[in-house]
């Protein structure tokens, strides 16, 4: 069940997961709100654009206890 997934991967602890980070475009470095999705596994890797460059970069979350550490590298052409 997914319940039982989201309970494993996500122990009940203080109540707070990270739903946003802030990150630098890796192009242009301007700052980028990105909203996160706890949801989606304690580990994720997906392609994202540059708000303000359009650039697209891949990132990389991965969860422990609640907090998201966040990378953003330039995506790599196939």
Same mark, same amino acid.
């Given at each position: 069940m997914l319940d039982d997934y989201l309970d494993e991967a996500f122990p009940l602890g203080d109540g707070i997961v990270d739903t946003d980070a802030e990150v630098s475009c890796p192009y242009c470095g301007a700052p980028n709100v990105l909203p996160l999705d706890p949801g989606s596994g304690e580990h994720q890797e997906y392609s994202e654009d540059c708000q303000v460059c359009?650039?697209?970069?891949? =990132? *990389?979350? *991965?969860?422990?206890?609640?907090?998201?550490? =966040?990378? =953003?590298e330039p995506e790599q052409d196939l």
């Open positions: 359009c650039r697209p970069w891949t =990132v *990389r979350v *991965r969860y422990a206890g609640g907090s998201a550490e =966040v990378s =953003v």
